[in-house]
């Protein structure tokens, strides 16, 4: 028996003993990276499929690399960019010929030792079951939202004919005092029949009707279980035993409401009522036009009822039956990086609520979107999510894609917080007429193919490394969707998709600006989530009450919005009342999105920042309290003043890149992610310019450091490491040399 004074002693030997190992660990599947975490490309069927090209192409996509495939079906007849018609899967989809060939699929990825993920209709959007959906249950497609206006003069007895579908409100406006009063109860089979008042009136009708697509109504739970039935359960049926084995992961595509703004469901109004514990009729106008002081809280209580009801319904259905089946989701909808997610997504923090694998796109050529790639993660890290996935690559052109190309992608991709690719794509029939959506992502692709092995490590390696762990993020971004939604409407003029943000919104300006120039990393954090326990407020800091991901913000910046949550700008206040730093830009919010309750907004906002009204001082502000906290308004948010504003809140950053503004071009960005696993501190450090760095990082912390290469697989010593003091606080020198389209790891030992 041990004596008492080594017992204490023993615990801590474990513990150090399992540290060496997981870290022993980590470095082994560092240098031959599990199957896991290879990119899974999208196989694109789009020709006569056969066993033994399937048995071929299966074995070549292996050997290049890649951990299996994602099976997307394609029907014919959709035109190539050529001008020529590309050719559609045979056999004909969730026919049994097709079922045999997918059978042939799942055998030679297994045998492979590969995984599928499962692709859940043919082509994209995801919810047509092949067109059968609407052919069996017609009553379970999209829904729109449309509205009739008819002027009436008062006096008399009216009687109107009502648009087909289930009728939302009728609401009647007194056009000499803008008076909006409910007539729905005066609505019975579709005639409305109401003495009107002298005056003359606005009567306008607002009904949910079918919009004629194929596609499912992703807002109805009972709607998707049907979609399910066609196709997951079908899959199931067959192909159970690959379940949780060869298939572990589900993905569903563009699941939104892109081309149908308008997206509504029978069932809103006893969503609305169930949020809001009110009757939504007399604030139907407001989706298309002013009425008055209530506009912007009326808009965001339909806009996030519609989230709710989004959230609630495709992804959450889908989630449910992966889970009991022993799979994991993931899928994207549209828009899920545009600047105004209310007209396609929604909300995209509610959208990712309930998936496993929050996911992005990063397509139509490098660098679209780059600055929105923050909000998926951001999703992630609150729900506490490990896995982060992007599909990447679709619809870049083909003549200007190489293999370089993939790296600067997939490097800006993963130092965003994403850790899973999902390369678009391979084609069965891959000749260049026949490739519907370049650019073509295969071995066989005499452009890329020599150097896809190779890049497939890499995205392993990083992968596996970047999956799992806590983000180190000292700065909170308030995602301003009150202020996104309060401002949008329907049918404005000039609309374009994700494109109508109000005036002066700057998130992902800001978001930009921290990631790529001042090099401080940060969460969005969505104002609802804000409010509640999974965020606390404690000694001059908010803290993300996560399980694994917890993070800690020293400083909370309040991009521009007129429109804000008034509890999640009560727990701001409260934050700023003790020593807490706050950051605001170019518009400080005026109004509520809660009914009622502008005034307190507005007496918060001079409580912080000494601004009283709506127009916005032209110079920079700063209110300070006695507990140290400070509140510091700029009116524009660029690069010279955010960093002098953090400079002063946060004069000791996690991370300090030396000389490096004039790293970033209009070809890549240079950018780092700061991770902590395992017990180890992992900075990932990303050069996607065509332009060498050569610089020195401090990095926070008396630390013993080594570079890991992804390319390669190895670790390389640190020639020279120095420690020094910046502003109190002791930081690890190293320098950086960095060759063009490059990253690297730079990966804690543990205390020198």
Known sequence: MLKPQYRLLVPALLLLCAARLSAQGLYRDFKMPPAKFRPVPFWHLNGNLTTDEINKQVAATMKAGFGGVTILPVTAGRQHPTGLLSPG??????????????????????????????YDDVDFPSGTAGGKLKRLYP????????????LVNGGQQINLTLSAGALMAVVGTDLSNNKRIDLTPFAKDGKLLWQAPAGQWKIQTFTSQPNGEALVDYMDPDAVKKFIGLTYDEYYKRFGSYFATTIQQTFFDDVGYYSAERGWTDAFN??????????PATYYPALWEDIGPETEAARVAFFDTRAELLAEGFPKIVTDWDNKHGLKSSGHPPGNYEIQPVDMNFDIFKFNRHQDIPTMDAIFYHGHGREGFKLVSSAAAVYDKPVVAAEIFGAFLEDKFTINTMYQAAMEVFVR?????????????????????????????DKIAPGLKKFNDFAARTSMVLTGG????????????AALEGFYRFEAKGHVYGQMPPKGTDYLAISDLLTNNLHRDFSFIHPQLFTGAKYRVSQKQVVLNNKVNKQTYKVIILPAGKVISYPALKKLQTFYQQGGKVIATYLLPSKS??????????????????????QMPATITTNKNTSGGVAMFLPMADSVSLAQALTVMAPTPDVILENTLAANSQTGKLSYLHKIKGGKDI?????????PVNTYINLKGKLDLEIWDPDTGKEVAIKQLLYLKINGAVYS?????????????IISKGKP
């Open 89 to 118: 899967m045979s056999p004909v989809y969730l026919t049994g010929e097709y079922f045999a060939r997918y059978a042939d699929i799942l055998k030679a990825v297994k045998a492979n030792n590969g995984r599928v993920i499962f």
């Open 139 to 150: 009553g379970a497609t999209r829904k729109l939202l449309v509205k009739k206006d008819t």
């Open 270 to 279: 006893a969503k609305f009522k169930q949020l809001y514990g009110k009757d």
């Open 417 to 445: 917080g994403i850790n899973q690719l999902v390369p678009h794509g391979m084609w069965y029939d891959y000749k260049p007429q026949s490739v519907r959506i370049p650019p073509l992502v295969s071995p066989y692709s």
């Open 470 to 481: 806590r983000q180190v993020a000292e700065i909170g971004v308030i995602y301003p969707i």
């Open 593 to 614: 999105a809660e009914f009622g309750m502008d005034a307190g907004v507005q007496s918060i906002v001079k409580q912080m920042f000494n601004v009283d009204g709506e």
């Open 683 to 691: 900075y990932y450090i990303a050069n996607s310019t065509t332009n």
């Open 733 to 745: 020198r190293v320098k950086l040399n960095l060759a063009a389209v490059k990253s690297i790891f």
